[in-house]
Structures are given as C-alpha cells and as structure tokens.
C-alpha cells in the first residue's frame, strides 16, 4: 500500500507596510487576514515571521531580505503600499532586492480587482524570486487579499495562489499541498505527487 509522505514544513514571511499601523495607531489587519486564509488552505505545516514596518523603502527591503537570507522563508507576502499614492513604495522595496521578477501574479491580481472596481488599474502589484524565495506584493484591504489569493470561482477566474505552489517546486521550495475546497493548485501531472491511498 502506497502512503502518504509526510507533508513538508513551510516558512512564510508575511510584511504589512503601514505608517499608522507600525505606529500603533489602529491594529494591522493585513496580517492576520493572511495568516486566516493560508492557514485555511495549506495543509503543510507553517512557521510564520511577522514583519509590521512603516511606509519607508528602506526599511521594507530590510524586512524583506532578512525574511529570506536569514530567516529562510519559503515564501514572503507583503500587504499594503502598492497604490500611486507618494508613501506607497512596497513595490520598488521588493523589486530592490530581487533577483528575477514574476509579472503574471501582478496581472493577473489586477484582473481580479478590476472585477470590482475600475480603479484596481492603480494597483502596483509585484512578485519576484529571490534566491529560492517567492515574494509577492498584496493589497492592503481584507476583502481583496482573500478575492487575489482564491480568485472568482463562480466567475471561472483564478486566483493567484494556485500557481504558488508550482512556482516554488520550481525554484527549490517545499512541496505544498492545498485544501481544494479553499484553492486547488494548479500542477502539470509529471509534477504531482501521489495522493494519499484510501
């Protein structure tokens, strides 16, 4: 009988750029909301380094670099800061330290917001690799994190995450198993591995 391998650990770096909420203004929602839904649709086991840091380019590529070189996360996901507005700068702090960049998750988010609201063209979103790390850029709002990372499925509009998993095969990482009733992932069948004998 052919079993199940052990699900592999996942580190995820997850950063929320935000002047008021690094200041303790009002509490940061970017995230716990982000911590709810992967959690919901991962089934590997997760380690999470949480980063809150100020609208300042520097100090968000700081947070970046560490989350990866030293901390080792698998996978960094950033809220907040990705509009036009002059303190809206998460974009060029995550292209500052990449090593090669991933346009299709940024598209194909704006295709999902534009679902909603003509203004979702404003959006800067970005992904890109470094070393053996995806990192990618996220909106700020609750509702919109949960809509670019699952997608429309009634409207047959993918959401993003189903790519991930794939993507960091690809470039080294753990192999993630997703909760399909959440977000099934996408795989070509030579990159699957065996399901779980019943």
């Known amino acids: 009988m052919t079993t199940r391998p052990e699900l592999e650990p996942i580190r995820i770096g997850l950063v929320s750029a935000s002047d008021r909420a690094s200041a303790g203004v009002y509490p940061d929602q970017g995230i716990p909301t982000l911590q709810a839904w992967l959690g919901r649709a991962l089934h590997n086991p997760i380690t999470w380094e949480t980063r809150l840091v100020p609208d300042e380019q520097d100090k968000i590529s700081a947070a970046l670099r560490e989350l990866v070189d030293q901390a080792g996360c698998d996978l960094v996901l950033t809220t907040g800061g ?117």
């Open 82 to 198: 990705t509009g036009p507005a002059p303190r809206d700068v998460t974009p060029e702090a995550t292209l500052a330290v990449a090593d090669r960049l991933l346009p299709g998750f940024g598209e194909q988010m704006r295709q999902i917001s534009l679902r909603f609201v003509p203004t979702a063209i404003l959006s800067r979103q970005v992904a890109v690799i470094r070393g053996k790390a995806l990192l990618m850029n996220l909106p700020g709002q609750p509702k919109s994190i949960a809509e670019t990372l699952q997608g429309l499925p009634d409207l047959g509009v993918p959401g993003i995450f189903a790519a991930v998993p794939y993507c960091i095969d690809l470039i080294g990482g753990p192999y993630l198993e997703t909760d399909a009733a959440v977000c099934k992932a996408f795989r070509p069948k030579s990159a699957q591995r065996a399901r779980p004998a019943t």
